[in-house]
């Protein structure tokens, strides 16, 4: 993608931009170089789009960005789709959309502290998550399997291949038609260990939000749907901490206040060590840009003490939690089902709905059949398997 704008300046702005479009451009340059420190990402400094449009009179291209994927029929899907447990023990637990919301929060918060782009980081933050397949990581276990031995199935590589390609909201292109800086910051999480420079300080903050979200709130869903108790966990120094400072401010809480109140702590603290171990970098480095930046160290991360207790809790959330018999048994029956339907998708192709079996004559019948699988929620992935099999099982 060519640039389009000059970090000094409108001059390159194309002569097709009304004034009123010149104008918004204008007074985002204005507002940001107020408020956004030199090493983010200015919304003037945008390589644009891979298909030109028109700016728009009164959004900048990352709220355009962010308002496109929460319009996309993939982002609504995320509401049918587990974090982790099933709707089979309740409501009260995350699904992909509610953790998406969580992670959009704290990484907007995260990025007003540090002065970065909240338009942008708020639009990564809400696709990160966006190609998830149905019944959580089992799902893109299953899925990846299917794909052995000459293939592999990422969430991330399928969140680009929905904005992209497989959504249908405009007529004149297909996909979403996202800012370069978007599509590039999902591709750096597609491998981490590929790229050439690290990614965009916003790009930074999201996977720190993620990380932050995921340890809090896995924890809550654990303790609430009984799989755990605090008395277990307090066996992690990160949640014996917790349990502390929450018993040294309030006496006599009950269990419900007292697992809300160790999980604010735990959002409380991964926020604030992140901040300070960020800040106390960024002042270190003294990036001038968003490309100096690139070039330089992961920075937006949490300290040393705080990383080694997070993988303690991590490591014992896996074994405890994620490991747990009850959800093996769910991930089993769950991978069974999408192993199933892939493979009598190969062999009828025209159970496809009719879009579907267009784009199966372009890439193929088995990678049309990891694309619609992918994108199905956990319910209508049931439906669909009772449909073609006839039966409720496995």
């Known amino acids: 993608m060519d640039r389009r704008f000059e970090s000094h300046g409108l001059q390159s702005l194309p002569v097709t931009l009304s004034n009123s479009a010149h104008s918004i451009l204008q007074r985002l340059s204005e507002r940001e170089s107020l408020l956004l420190a030199p090493y983010a990402m200015k919304s003037v400094d945008s390589r644009g789009r891979k298909h030109p449009e028109p700016e728009h009179a009164y959004r900048g291209p990352f709220q355009r960005d962010r308002d496109r994927i929460v319009h996309s029929a993939a982002f609504r899907r995320l509401s049918g789709k587990m974090q982790v447990f099933t709707g089979e023990r309740g409501d009260y637990h995350r699904t992909r959309l509610t953790h998406t919301q969580e992670v959009a929060s704290l990484a907007r918060t995260l990025s007003r502290a540090l002065r970065l782009n909240e338009d942008l980081v708020e639009a990564l933050a809400l696709l990160h998550d966006i190609g998830h397949p149905p019944f959580g990581h089992a799902g893109e276990d299953a899925l990846d399997e299917c794909l052995q031995p000459d293939g592999h199935f990422s969430h991330n590589q399928y969140a680009l291949t929905i904005v992209e390609d497989l959504e249908e909201r405009y007529p004149g292109f297909p996909g979403l038609n996202l800012s370069h800086e978007v599509l590039e910051s999902q591709i750096t999480r597609v491998d981490k260990t590929a790229p050439s420079h690290s990614p965009l300080l916003e790009a930074q903050v999201v996977d720190a939000a993620d990380s932050t979200t995921y340890d809090a709130h896995d924890t809550d869903d654990a303790i609430k749907l009984e799989l755990l108790t605090l008395d277990e ?9 917790a349990l502390a400072a929450v018993n040294s401010e309030f006496t006599n809480l009950d269990a419900t206040q007292l697992r809300a109140s160790v999980v604010h702590y735990l959002l409380n603290r991964q926020v604030s060590d992140i901040l300070a171990t960020s800040a106390k970098d960024l002042l270190r480095y003294d990036f001038q840009s968003s490309d100096e ?20 809790l991590e490591s014992f959330l896996y074994e405890r939690v994620y490991r747990h018999p009850e959800l093996l048994k769910m991930r089993q029956r769950a991978q069974d089902r999408l192993q199933a339907m892939f493979l009598k998708y190969q062999t009828h192709p025209e159970w496809f709905p009719k879009k579907y079996q267009v784009r199966a004559r372009q890439v193929g019948v088995r990678q049309m059949a990891i694309d619609y699988l992918a994108g199905m929620t956990d319910r209508f992935c049931d439906d669909q398997y009772v449909r073609m099999f006839g039966e409720s099982s496995p």
């Open 233 to 241: 966990l307090s066996e992690m120094s990160l949640i014996r901490e």
């Open 293 to 312: 930046a690139r070039d330089g160290e992961l920075v937006v991360r949490p300290s040393k003490e705080l990383q080694e207790q997070k993988e303690e």
